[in-house]
């Protein structure tokens, strides 16, 4: 089994930043991506951004240039540095990552989920 926590979710002001952390744990041979997906109320979960396991790095249109994504390959670590953020930005932001298992099967693993709140 893979296990992914994520930390660093809070109550920020409009223009403010966040930086979320989202640890990877368990039977891992390799991570192929991982990425962040957010669920604000009343709506689906979308897509946030991707790395893969090269560094390659892929967002939304609409965090183009607000969010960064990065990842820590040695502490199976992704982080997504958020700034200027919008009330819309507002929602439960989820860590994903894919890859195989120590016993070569494929995993797709979720996180718990971390609240962000943009408000004044």
């Known amino acids: 089994q893979v296990q992914l926590v994520e930390s660093g979710g809070g109550l920020v002001q409009p223009g403010g930043s966040l930086r979320l952390s989202c640890a990877a744990s368990?039977?891992?041979?390799?991570?192929?991506?991982m990425g962040w997906f957010r669920q604000a109320p009343g709506k689906e979960r979308e897509w946030v951004a991707t790395?893969?396991?090269?560094?390659?790095?892929d967002y939304a249109d609409s965090e183009k240039g607000r969010f960064t994504i990065s990842r820590d390959n040695a502490k199976n670590t992704v982080y997504l540095q958020m700034n200027t953020l919008k009330p819309e930005d507002t929602a439960v932001y989820y860590c994903?990552?894919?890859?195989?298992?120590?016993?070569?099967?494929?995993?797709?693993?979720w996180g718990q989920g971390t609240q962000v709140t943009v408000s004044s």
């Open positions: 994903n990552a894919f890859g195989l298992t120590n016993r070569g099967t494929e995993y797709d693993a």
């Open positions: 790395i893969t396991s090269g560094g390659r790095t």
């Open positions: 368990g039977s891992i041979f390799s991570i192929n991506a």
